[in-house]
């Protein structure tokens, strides 16, 4: 997913920072600010226990899946309750979960939520029609299913993560939810098409939290604690409030152009408020290692996260080039590299 924020190019640069600052004896890592689940999904895959989470609900579905199931799940109710309708996906192939997506993605399409809002029916150019109209049935018969015990949790979050991830795929946007574009472009009027997860390593006992972190971090204890929290002014819950809804499906009051919901408004994207969310955060933690990806443009300054993590050990920057996400291509940027900050303290008070 394209994700501001997102850590997926700079794993390589995580991952080594890691393997030099680690001792091995570390078996647990908590990813706090999860967002797509990437860096948590990249620790998992080198064996490592993950705790995630984050504040917004549709990165708790893709963190509940990615980081929580193991291996693809049977379907083994679904298999039963609609074993003719999933049949006639089979293909030479005979894979299980290509059936059981590609019949989640061709349900009878219904009117709901999405298509009332989302689509041109509501005068919102986000999804097509023949789009809203397919998350809206998949939406509701998740509902369905997971209350008439057909898919088991597990499946439920699988199910509802390929949607998540296809349904951005096909969004009409020129990437945030902040507005809409007002012809559709060509990836928008793809039809909305499940794929298979890839899921790595078995391991158990991971967990997925959608709790502030503030909130979270007095109840975890963990080797590596890894901090990506917002750098700017710019709230995720209005830059992806569509995803959202669709994650929730709670019909909300929603309003303006965009269809916007109400949304906690986190207080790392606050500059008043960050300075001592960030230093409680800090205080609180019970972990050996605290790793911060946060560059030096952010609402703290690189003094103020100095100091703080100061208040724990010795802090170290490990740093690397990295590309600046470009939210919009007619917007200018003052330089299209910036540099990517790693800070890290041992913790020894
Ligand atoms: C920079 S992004 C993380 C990106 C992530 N590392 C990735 O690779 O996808 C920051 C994330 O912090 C979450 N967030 C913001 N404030 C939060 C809070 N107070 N508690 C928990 N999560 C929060 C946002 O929803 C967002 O997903």
């Keep these: 997913m ?22 091995g004896s570390e ?21 490592l226990r993950v705790i995630a ?14 980081i929580e199931i193991n291996e693809p799940p049977a379907f083994s109710g679904l298999q039963k309750e609609y ?14 979960i ?8 061709n349900l009878t399409r219904a009117t709901g939520f999405i298509t009332q809002n989302y689509s041109p029916i509501g005068s919102r150019f986000y999804y097509t029609e023949e789009n809203a109209e397919r998350a809206d049935a998949l939406r509701q018969a998740l509902e369905i299913w997971k209350s008439q015990g057909i898919i088991s949790s597990e499946e439920y979050f699988y199910l509802l993560c390929s949607l998540i991830e296809a349904i951005d795929q096909v969004a009409n946007t020129a990437s945030v939810y902040g ?13 909305l098409t499940l794929k298979p997860l890839t899921l790595y390593n078995h391991v158990t006992n991971c ?40 994650a929730s499906y709670d019909s909300p009051e929603i309003y303006g152009i965009t269809g916007l919901r109400d949304y906690m408004r986190s207080r790392y994207c606050q500059p008043k408020a960050v300075v001592e969310a960030f230093e409680h955060l800090i205080r609180t933690a019970r972990t050996k290692h605290i790793l911060l990806s946060y560059n ?39 330089r299209d590299e910036t540099i990517e900050y790693l800070h890290y303290v041992r913790v020894v008070r």
């Excluded at 989470?53 to 990615?66: C, E, F, G, R, T």
């Excluded at 443009?297 to 600046?324: A, K, N, T």
């Design 296 to 334: 030096d443009e952010g609402l703290l300054s690189l003094e103020d996260v100095h100091r703080i993590l100061s208040l724990r050990g010795e802090p170290r920057i490990f740093m690397q080039p990295y590309s600046r996400f470009k939210a919009d291509s007619e917007r200018a940027y003052k």
């Design 207 to 246: 967990q997925v939290f959608n709790l502030d972190a503030n909130e979270l971090i007095g109840q975890i204890e963990s080797d590596i604690l890894y901090l990506d929290p917002p750098y700017n002014h710019r709230q995720y819950g209005a830059n992806y409030h569509v995803l959202e809804t669709i």
């Design 98 to 105: 290509i059936e059981v997506l590609a019949f989640a993605s």
């Design 53 to 66: 989470n984050d504040l917004q609900y549709y990165s708790y579905v893709l963190n509940k899946a990615y």
């Design 27 to 47: 078996n647990v890592v908590c990813d706090l600010f999860a967002g797509t689940g990437a860096v948590g999904r990249h620790f998992k895959r080198l064996g």
């Design 179 to 191: 507005a809409f574009l007002k012809k559709f472009k060509a990836s928008a009027l793809k039809p």
């Design 83 to 96: 074993a003719r309708e999933i049949a006639q996906y089979r293909t030479l192939i005979a894979d299980p």
């Design 2 to 23: 394209n994700y501001i924020g997102s850590k997926h190019t700079l794993l390589p640069f995580i991952e080594q920072t890691y393997r030099q600052i680690c001792d």
